[in-house]
């Protein structure tokens, strides 16, 4: 009320003002000068006006509180958006396992190895090549997968090799191992791999012409006859024998041994080959090794014997080679008998040095076959 009798005092005064400023009575109709402050003053009264009934309308409407009272807050404007109703607009809701798994049924990953690249191996020497994979496919791999030799030097490889694993599920790893043997010549070789699924079928990594393999350099200078027996042919009477064999087969056998107990009775701790005759009337058992060029100025040595507590051991040892496909050329021979002795052989091959042949062990019975078994501790041929 106070602030609209301010505004009724002020354009009384104006008012005035303006009156006072009107030109007296003539004739003549000059160009009021003062026109522009009436028409000021008028524009400034009704700004003013304006101002103060808006602020008189605010006071009522935010009138002060009453002690205790706890003023009405305005509550702000929100847009409500109401949910999609129509099952074509809602959004779709994820199920597992809907995704498409465009996985192929076998596929490996590779996690690593053993033996790397280029690992340096003496001559015939035995070693294991382990590949570690995780089945990455979409399919359990079972015990009928296996690892398959496909190219390269096989190094004595098995065609195929089990997984060696029941069940490999998708996500989960497996070891292989493949028993290899180093060439007896110099060189550096290679073997490739592929896995087998239980119906034939190869496969390997997400390109399907990968392989994995064994890469290895073999250095000539020593030649390991124990370590690399199974990379020989073995026969005797009954036909080709397995390898390693059993000393319990009739048909003849060889196999390795790391702790021999020699004809003596003392337990050595070095490699050592065990030669048995079949048995039959002057059975005997043939190891043919793979062509290994021979050092200059080489020698074969061992130290032979019974096997211990074999009183009616008698067996025959030939030392020989083959050169190529032709004959078989006798280097030495020595009879065995089992008298609690060791015997120590050392033969010169510096007639062999620098040709690539074959080198061929010979175990025969003198006569009867019983007892018929002997001990090569460490055979070995270097410079």
């Known amino acids: ?21 009107k030109p007296i009575n003539s004739d003549a109709t000059p160009t009021d000068q003062l026109d522009d402050i ?21 006071n009522k409407t935010l009138s002060p509180h009453k002690p205790g009272e706890t003023p009405e807050i305005p509550t702000p404007f929100v847009e409500t958006v109401q949910a999609p109703t129509n099952e074509a607009e809602a959004l779709p ?6 995704q498409p798994n ?14 790397p690249d280029g690992s340096v191996l003496y001559p015939g ?33 098995a065609v195929a090799t089990p997984i060696g694993k029941a069940e490999v599920k998708p996500g989960e790893t497996v070891e292989v191992a493949v028993p290899l043997i180093a060439p007896t010549m110099g060189g550096e070789y290679r073997a ?7 119906g034939g079928v190869l496969f390997a990594f997400k390109n399907p012409d990968h392989t994995f393999w064994a890469d290895i350099k073999v250095v000539e200078g020593v030649i390991h006859l124990a370590q690399a027996y199974c990379g020989a042919t073995w026969t005797s009477a009954a036909g080709i024998l397995p390898c390693p064999g059993l000393p319990s087969d009739s048909a003849g056998y060889v196999y390795s041994d790391n702790a021999p107990v020699l004809e003596t009775g003392a337990v050595d701790d070095e490699p050592t080959l065990w030669l048995g005759v079949n048995a039959v009337q002057n059975g005997y058992v043939m190891g043919v090794y793979p062509a290994m060029k021979i ?29 190529g496909e032709g004959q078989v050329v006798q280097l030495g021979s020595w009879d065995e008998l089992y008298d609690g002795e060791l015997e120590r052989i050392r033969m ?36």
Not at 1 to 20: E, T
Not at 127 to 145: A, E, H
Not at 295 to 313: D, I, K, R
């Open 38 to 58: 009436r028409t000021v003053a008028a524009r400034t009264i009704e700004a003013l006006t304006t101002q103060m009934l808006q602020t008189e309308q605010a």
């Open 93 to 98: 809701t994820p199920i597992e396992g809907s």
């Open 192 to 198: 490739d791999f592929k896995l087998r699924n239980a």
């Open 125 to 157: 020497m035995m070693f294991k090549k382990t590949w570690t994979f995780r089945n990455d496919g979409s399919c359990t791999w079972t015990g009928d997968y296996a690892v398959v030799f496909i190219s390269g030097d096989s190094m004595s490889a």
């Open 348 to 383: 010169d091959l510096s007639a062999l040095g620098g040709r690539t042949v074959k080198i061929v062990l010979i175990a025969r019975a003198i006569d009867s076959p019983d007892g018929g078994r002997i001990h090569l501790l460490e055979p070995v041929i270097k410079p």
């Open 295 to 323: 050092p200059e100025n080489a020698y074969f040595s061992t130290v032979m014997g019974c096997g211990h507590g074999l009183s009616q051991c008698r067996v025959n040892f030939v030392l020989a080679y083959q050169e």
């Open 1 to 21: 009320m106070k602030q609209f009798r301010a505004i009724s005092l002020l354009i009384i005064i104006l008012g005035m003002i303006v009156s006072a400023c």
């Open 102 to 115: 465009d996985k192929p049924c076998d596929l490996a990953f590779f996690m690593g190895e053993t033996i």
